[in-house]
């Protein structure tokens, strides 16, 4: 169902005589042309620099000019894609320029392009980084989600190759890439397709279907009697609403030694809030709800594709959080798998419901060296972070570290939010162990908070993608957030 990402392949060539569908360079405006721009500029017969001159170049980030048929050289198109001011220019719209690129190159219907986007200048980032990049924003923009509607006239056909200039190392990075690519393919259109075709079962079939795939890659799913067997309350408790019955699923890749590096993802197919139903507008939205767990499908799927040398476990809680006369309800105080007592006092705080129980199993039966949640938890956080940072939230600072550096690495940046015990209280009730809610203020940190509660002594921290699993340009679709914060983490664990 996936559309095939893109083939990357490095190439020593002039960027004059090579033969490509599209060229794509990055220029700023109004600034003098750049030395590796001064061949271009010649064989077009002084094209670029007439173009500046005309103050004709894109002004804003990710604007850009397709020239067809230029003269003078062997490309049937050139890309002209604008860079900001200069002043604004960093390595994050160096990143967001390599996706509009990408888009630009699809819409074209180029079928080929060769990018020369690494050969920008970008603060405190070499070669390496640039050429990385560039490989998963071209991808990243030609990413068109179809599998649920009738061909178009206007829909371009996919790019199907980019090549890139070639650098030292490029082929064990190109591969590396090509398996990002992958993870945040796979995670962009799980989340993207709609929660009928999306259940619980869909997101273990497709599960299954990769590990059959990817040689080394295992499967294991947990259905509702192995849940409940399990003690497994809390999740259960928010899957009873529903005819689209529960799933665990583990994903395992054993690449090194050690224990195992999880991610557990939090895979809500949709979220109608239960019987605290959400209202009318925007619910069609709540299809997102298992960004989480798309993410770390996607993950594994890069590190499995990727052969890391490291061991990492995916676990997926799959559920549907629907009213009905069997959902729970508000005033429910539920046992979980830990036993700790719950009591319900919103069925719309699904979400850290059912990992307190997937953090217990995973922390019991993976034993791993660190645990990291990735879930659409909190409303919350959009309110606090927007659409641009992922809201990390742990009690232990070597691991933020080491998670906020991974997403400054891979362009996927998160930021974060305090989990301090003063926060606990808010939680408290005289009727169970905790409440699922904390009231109005800092409702992601209180969600946060929650989760702490089902850690035992894991290094552990939560992700909170609310705002960045969607919304990155247009059209509207998943961003595949963090498949790639996550995998650069898991790499530098890797060494
Ligand atoms: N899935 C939602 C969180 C969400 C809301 C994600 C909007 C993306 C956009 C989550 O299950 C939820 O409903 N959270 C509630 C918690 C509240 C009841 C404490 C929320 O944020 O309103
Ligand atoms: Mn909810
Ligand atoms: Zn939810």
Known sequence: MTQSRISLSPIDADPVSVDTDCLVIGLMHAAALPGWAGSLNEATGGLLERLREAGELPTSAGRSLMLHEPDGLRARRLLIVGLGKPGKWTEHVYAAITRAAGQAVRASRARSAHCLLPLLEVPGRDDAWKTFQAAIGMDHGDYVYTATRTPRDDDAPPTESVTLPAIDGIDALLTRADAVNAGVRTARDLADLPPNICTPAYLAERATQLAEEIDGLEVEVLEEDAMIELGMNALMAVGKGSVNRPRLIRLRWTGGSGAPYALVGKGVTFDTGGISLKPRELMEQMKFDMGGAAAT???????????????????????????????????????????????????????????????????????????????????????????????????????????????????????????????????????????????????????????????????????????????????????????????????????
Not at 426 to 431: A, C, N, V
């Open 297 to 495: 499908i996607g993950a594994l799927e890069a590190v499995a594709r990727m052969k890391l040398p490291l061991n990492v476990d995916g676990v997926v809680a799959a559920v549907e959080n629907m009213p009905d006369a069997g959902a729970y309800r508000p005033g429910d105080v539920i046992t979980s798998m830990a036993g700790k007592t719950i009591e319900v006092h919103n069925t719309d705080a699904e979400g850290r419901m059912i990992l307190a129980d997937a953090l217990t199993w995973t922390e019991r039966n993976s034993k791993p060296a660190a645990m990291v949640d990735i879930a659409t938890l909190t409303g919350a956080c959009v309110v606090a972070l927007g659409h641009h940072a992922s809201g990390i939230m742990t009690r232990d600072d070597e691991l933020a570290e080491e998670l906020l550096t991974a997403g400054l690495e891979a362009s996927d940046r998160g930021w974060r939010l305090p989990l301090w015990d003063e926060y606990q209280k808010q939680i408290e009730t005289p009727f169970a162990d905790m409440k699922n809610i904390g009231g109005m203020p800092a409702g992601s940190i209180t969600a946060g908070c929650f989760l702490s509660r089902f850690v035992e002594d894991t290094r552990w921290a939560h992700i909170d993608i609310a705002g960045s699993a969607w919304q990155w340009g247009k059209p509207e679709s998943a961003t595949g957030r963090p498949v790639g914060l996550l995998v650069r983490w898991l790499i530098d664990r890797a060494g």
